[in-house]
């Protein structure tokens, strides 16, 4: 497959890059700094010069034919604005998926969070951001041509992948690291049926192949 990630420089993105391309993938990242670029071939991927927060739907979509799959996997990062919140983690999380059903791309999946929800109350910045993923996982869930996962997952640690995962509809609170992230992701897009699914992930014992096949059979 050829598989397009947006946030390609990011954390969960580069163990993803090197994921894919181990299996064999073609694989590209979207980037805004050109200067990330080299990363990015280290990880195997090929990098895809593009600021999604001032693109246009066509400039991305663009980015985006002849794609197989799109992952979201950018953010504004921590210690960004409640700004860059929404630009970044509603907006152009919406903005790729407007990009991928105009060119024709239908496999979809965004990395959100636990706890995301565009009515969460609360004035911080960590409410904002939990809002702003929450409203990108509504606008992605309604669009019926995508075949769509939203994928959130537990406190985020980059220890090195555990022996296996949680993954189901409703996991309760946990850590699960960033390399297991990337492999949950890469089989859920290796995976049939696991397409207009909202699912939570944790560290836990279920080795990933088998986790990603067992919320396939069971929805």
Known sequence: M???IAGGHGQIAL??????????????GIIRNPEQADELRAAGAEPV??????ASVEETAEA?????????????GPGSTTE????????????????????GVLRYVIVSSMG?????????IFDAYLRAKGAADDDVRARE????????PGALTNDDAMAGVRLAKSTGRGEVTREDVAEVIAELLATPGTGKLTLE???GTTPVADAVKEVAEDR
């Open 145 to 152: 041509g995508l075949d769509w996962t939203v994928l959130r």
């Open 49 to 54: 010069v593009l600021d999604l927060e001032s």
């Open 15 to 28: 163990r993803l890059e090197r994921v894919l391309a181990r299996r064999g993938h073609e694989v590209a």
């Open 84 to 103: 860059r919140k929404d630009t970044v983690d509603r907006a152009a999380a919406v903005l790729f998926a407007d990009a991928a059903e105009r060119a």
């Open 201 to 203: 992930l944790i560290g």
């Open 116 to 124: 995301a929800d565009a009515n969460h109350q609360g004035d911080g």
């Open 64 to 76: 985006l034919r002849g794609a197989d799959a799109a992952v979201f996997a950018a953010g504004a």
């Open 2 to 4: 050829r598989i397009v």
